[in-house]
């Protein structure tokens, strides 16, 4: 099993390591030092369980689990206990409190290797909506509030997030962003397009491809036949 190792602290990181190295079905695939970074890892890495901290600079440790597309089996290491109910709440093999003692972290272990990894449109379902996400942008990885983002757009097999910064790249796709979003909020209005309602502020019908709907930035969206009933619905038409 190919573990990533996610803390803040570097000997706390570096104890970890030299603690799982003790066991044999257990391979080290990296380590990150904060939350974006460890997102950047579990993209790259796709590892199959992470060690992850919680209180950390950038994202903390539900932050990094809401930006990913794809989760792999989590547990949670903290010196702090308060976030129990919620780690299990996110589907965590374990929760550890450090300092970490190597007989339950091999309790951890086994319950890792015992684990029957489910399918990700389960994940997906199983998890709140998001209200932060991370977007890359000229090599940079940049924390997007969720509230700020007007639309969400897919152009050839790239997803985009439009904001009043620009455009960044997300590394979701837009069926998995529909599961995640707050459906109060967003709504899709094309195949490739998900807009947000907040920020919508005009919609100019066609009788030939039921229009296009303006967003507050100016920037127009295609309005698709499919989801012009549902769009007319969610504004009150």
Not at 88 to 112: G, I, M, N, Q
Not at 131 to 155: C, N, P, T, W, Y
Not at 184 to 203: C, D, Q, T, W, Y
Request: proline share 4%; hydrophobic share 45%; aromatic share 6%.
């Amino acid at each position: 099993m190919k573990v990533l190792v996610v803390d803040d602290e570097r000997r706390a990181r570096e104890r970890l390591i030299h603690l799982l190295a003790a066991f044999p079905k257990i391979e080290l695939a990296g380590e990150a030092e904060n939350g974006l970074r460890a997102v950047e890892q579990i993209e790259q890495l796709r590892p199959d369980a992470v060690f992850l901290d919680i209180q950390m600079p950038g994202l903390d440790g539900f932050e990094v689990l809401a930006s990913l597309e794809q989760r792999p089996e989590i547990v949670f290491v903290t010196a702090y206990d308060q976030y129990a109910i919620r780690a299990f709440e996110e589907s965590a093999v374990d929760y550890l409190l450090k300092p970490v003692e190597p007989e339950r972290l091999a309790r951890a272990v086994e319950k890792l290797l015992q684990r029957t990894v489910r399918a990700p449109d389960a994940l997906l379902r199983s998890l709140p909506p998001m209200k932060r996400l991370v977007g890359k942008r000229l090599q940079k990885m940049h924390v997007l509030q969720v509230s700020d983002i007007e639309s969400f757009s897919a152009e050839d097999e790239l997803v985009f997030a439009s904001t009043n910064e620009g455009r960044f790249l997300v590394n979701m796709t837009l069926r998995d962003l529909e599961s995640r979003l707050d459906s109060g909020e967003f709504a899709r209005v094309h195949k490739a397009a998900i807009v947000n309602l907040a920020r919508v502020a005009e919609i100019d019908p066609d009788s030939r491809s039921s229009g296009c709907v303006r967003l507050a930035s100016g920037q127009t969206v295609e309005l698709s036949r499919r989801y012009a009933a549902q769009l007319r619905h969610r504004l009150g038409w």
